[in-house]
């Protein structure tokens, strides 16, 4: 008898000696991929509604712009250039690629949509209330995205401090108004809270109709 209960205590111990390796593990791995993979952000302004409102949370892929650079329509994190926030610092910024490195945007065509290397692009997801959608841009402007950087916009354009708002600003100057590539966090590809919004965050297929731009 008191060599079964022996025998069944080696267990319990073995278990109890091993529990705080077990958990240094598990938070070793939550810390990685939480440093290199995937991150949670949550939306804190209005300026991507109703694509993404405020209070969503969303799931940052952090490792595909390892191994390419971000396409058009994507939703990118990023961290804002400090001319953007007057924050040394940097902050997080949520918007939507709308050109890369070498693309000719322009505001806009006879129907008041954005331009891309000359094929005019639908935005279904610019703000809409109650019937009424935030116009593409708010001023006419001609721009080619220099290599490199990207030109980003909000889905609530009205509501949005973006590539848009900094080259009125900067009086057009475009290294200004753009965010170079390797500021980008990673790309935002499901909102997972509340679980009622969750979706996925896929490219519009508009964007499948934009040609590259020429040279």
Known sequence: MIDEQTDQSKPRSSFWRELPILLGVAILVAVLVRTFVLQTFYIPSPSMEHTLDIYDRVLVNKLVYDFRSPHRGEIVVFKAPTQWTGNPKGEDFIKRVIGVGGDRVVCCDP?????????????????????????????????????GRLWVMGDHRSASGDSLEHYQQSRQNIELATIPEDSVVGRAFTVFWPVGRATWLTVPKPYDAIPNPQG
Do not use: H, K
């Open 111 to 147: 129907e008041d949509r954005l331009m891309i290397n000359g094929q005019s692009l639908a935005e279904p997801y610019i703000f809409t209330e109650n019937g009424v959608q935030d116009p593409a841009a708010d001023e006419e402007f001609d721009i080619t995205v220099p290599a």
